[in-house]
């Protein structure tokens, strides 16, 4: 079936520090990817999205590109801030959304 | 605010009562999913609805689970006979259109339950 699987936490980085968290996914079809964000006592929401393969999304200084040939959607920026400290969840959509269990990000100033 | 609200937004529950979770989506959101969040997981889906229509309740996990949106805009899931495996915050989410392949949800605050 579906899944998604991303990259164990917490990660612990320096402010200005490069990031990445790793996703991958299965589906049967092609879904639509996204990353979604949960800042500390917020709900979820949408950081980016891509719809097709080779599509980039990005948000806020944040990029993802979908690869399909290595069913990945590698979430990176350049230069954390101590502001991007949340969970962040990857996510697949064909018949039905699939969430991967989550990576929290602390960044220290 | 015209964001997704939930309530209560903290249940405690003694095991084997029954309780009512209520999502408010977005007003004139067509699609609203439920999801369970256990702690330090992702979110897992329940059921979706198309307005009043429920066409997916494949992830309820038992017949203890119920959800119905009886209007197509609020809903309610109602858990009956409540039992420690089931604290878990539940979410709910809204798409506006009824494609919901490349759309964006947006989701509610989520309601925290714990079965004692």
Redesign the interface.
């Known amino acids: 079936g579906d899944s998604?699987t991303q990259m164990e936490g917490p990660v612990t980085l320096s402010e200005e520090a490069f990031l990445t968290i790793n996703c991958t996914y299965t589906a049967t079809g092609y879904p639509?990817l996204f990353w979604?964000v949960q800042y500390p006592g917020?709900?979820?929401?949408?950081l980016l999205?891509a719809?097709k393969a080779d599509d980039k999304g990005s948000n806020k200084g944040f990029e993802a590109t979908y690869r399909k040939e290595t069913t990945s959607f590698h979430l990176e920026k350049g230069s954390v801030q101590v502001s991007d400290s949340a969970v962040y969840?990857c996510?697949l959509?064909?018949n039905?959304?699939?969430?991967?269990?989550?990576t929290k990000l602390n960044v220290k100033p | 605010g015209a964001g997704v609200s939930q309530s209560p937004r903290y249940k405690v529950a003694k095991r084997g009562q029954d309780v009512a979770l209520r999502c408010d989506p977005i007003s004139g959101h067509v699609s609203l999913f439920w999801y369970q969040q256990a702690l330090g997981q992702g979110p897992e889906f329940l059921t979706y609805f198309q307005n009043e229509a429920q066409l997916d309740k494949s992830g309820l996990p038992s017949d203890r689970f119920f959800a119905e949106r009886p209007e197509g805009s609020v809903s309610t899931l109602k858990i009956q006979r409540t039992q420690q495996e089931d604290s878990a915050v539940y979410l709910c989410a809204s798409i506006k259109t009824s494609g919901t392949l490349f759309n964006e949800q947006f989701f509610g605050p989520g309601t925290r339950l714990t079965v004692l």
């Open positions: 998604v639509s979604y917020e709900g979820l929401q949408l999205k719809t969840f996510a959509n064909f039905k959304f699939y969430f991967g269990s989550g």
